[in-house]
């Protein structure tokens, strides 16, 4: 359940606290009120709608070769 | 222990267990939401759902687990309204969309999940928002992992703690753990290198003599957390004692409502009695979750509990003990 997936931030919207992020070539809305400091083109850590930690892009890309692999094992 | 459920999913799928050399022992913790929820808050939440006024949002994973009388599940093939979410977002627009409802949302997880609850609550009540509350089951790690060091029975050298609640909370609140009970413990990623650098590194401490608390995650985890969750924690909740599976009640494990936030508390607001559950089942989750025993040593094992017919909550939940033995069979 504590499951969270890197997601690259497309556009930001600061009147709902809300952003744009690409998670696997899915778009998707989230909140970033825990993440404030998050810009376009940054990376995120996405837990249940909520961006829960800004990331470095080589993190994400380590993380989502596991979510890639987990996903194939999957099919 | 690994303490995280998908921790131990990734151990499982990775065959780790399979590679570790003799007198190495991995044993699963009690880091899953859906597993340590009591058996009296899984009849209360499914009493809320017999309210045809109630629609009851939910994250997927609590759909299938068993209470003394079915599951979510059953009841919303029966007719109730019972809503999978992604997000406790989407709780908050049912309710904006549907004022002559009342939208229920479980606030099940540790702490990696508890913060998007508070903000829920708080938006809520910004916005005046009078038919939606929540049933907070929210629990808090570091609270059970001093129950599980305290518990005579278990036998513990070492903890993989879970990366993502460390997210939240940051490093210090596991400092008691070698400090005090001088155990070692290891903040680990997900991925199979990461989980084996956690269990090198709790080994090389074990060996030494010397516990640490270290951060292995640290390209994702902070020292100090995440601080804006930490405040929107401490603004909308103050810790409760709480009542665990296999655990019992375990002291400051959980968060309620502030009194400023009551209203959204569905425990207040519709008052249905949280009865005590005398569990006649022969499941044994409770002592699966301590690391007691293996799931194999149940006697329902792969017999009369399997994920698609689960006895106990932990063959359903995704990242449960007894789930990912059955999948990972080979253990």
């Known amino acids: 359940m504590c499951l969270a997936v890197p997601a690259k931030v497309v556009s930001i919207d600061n009147e709902f606290i809300t952003a744009e992020v690409d998670i696997m070539g899915n778009s998707k809305r989230v909140g970033i009120v825990l993440t404030p400091e998050v810009e376009v083109g940054s990376w995120v850590m996405v837990h249940a709608g909520q961006a829960i930690s800004v990331i470095e892009e080589e993190a994400a890309r380590l993380s989502l070769s596991a979510w890639e692999e987990l996903l194939r094992g999957e099919q | ?331």
Not at chain 2, 251 to 261: A, H, N, Q, V
């Open chain 2, 1 to 331: 222990m690994e303490v995280c459920g998908t921790h131990t999913m990734a151990i499982g799928k990775a065959g780790i267990r399979k590679v570790l050399p003799p007198g190495l022992e991995l044993i699963s913790g009690p880091g899953c939401p859906v597993c340590v929820t009591a058996d009296a808050d899984i009849d209360t939440f499914i009493e809320f759902a017999k309210d045809r006024q109630v629609v009851l949002a939910t994250y997927g994973d609590m759909m299938h687990v068993p209470g003394s009388n079915g599951s979510l599940a059953e009841l919303k093939a029966q007719g109730a309204d019972v809503r999978v979410v992604y997000s406790v977002l989407d709780a908050l627009d049912f309710a904006r969309a549907e004022t002559n409802r009342e939208v229920i949302f479980l606030g099940v997880g540790f702490e990696t999940t508890a913060p998007s609850t508070a903000y829920a609550v708080k938006i809520a009540r910004r916005g005046g928002l009078k038919n939606f509350s929540i049933y907070n089951l929210h629990k808090t790690i570091p609270e059970a992992l001093r129950a599980l060091l305290d518990d005579t029975a278990t036998k513990i050298d070492g903890f993989i703690l879970p990366g993502h609640v460390s997210i939240i909370i940051g490093e210090k609140p596991y400092n008691f753990i070698a400090a005090e009970y001088g155990i070692a413990g290891a903040i680990a990623g997900f991925e199979p290198p990461q989980v084996m650098a956690g269990i090198l590194k709790l080994v090389r401490d074990i060996n030494k003599g010397r516990p640490t608390i270290s951060n292995l995650y640290q390209k994702v985890v902070c020292p100090e957390g995440n601080i804006h969750a930490q405040r929107l924690l401490d603004e909308v909740f103050i810790r409760t004692d709480a009542e665990w599976r296999g655990l019992g009640i375990i002291p400051g494990s959980g968060f309620r409502l502030k009194d400023e936030y009551k209203c959204f508390d569905a425990a207040v607001k519709f008052k249905i009695e949280r009865k005590a559950v005398n569990s006649s089942k022969s499941c044994r989750c409770g002592e699966i979750l301590k690391g007691l025993i293996k799931p194999n040593e149940c006697p329902l094992f792969k017999k009369s509990c399997t994920p698609e017919r689960p006895v106990g909550p932990c063959m359903v939940s995704s990242e449960g003990t007894c789930a990912a033995y059955y999948l990972y069979s080979s253990f």
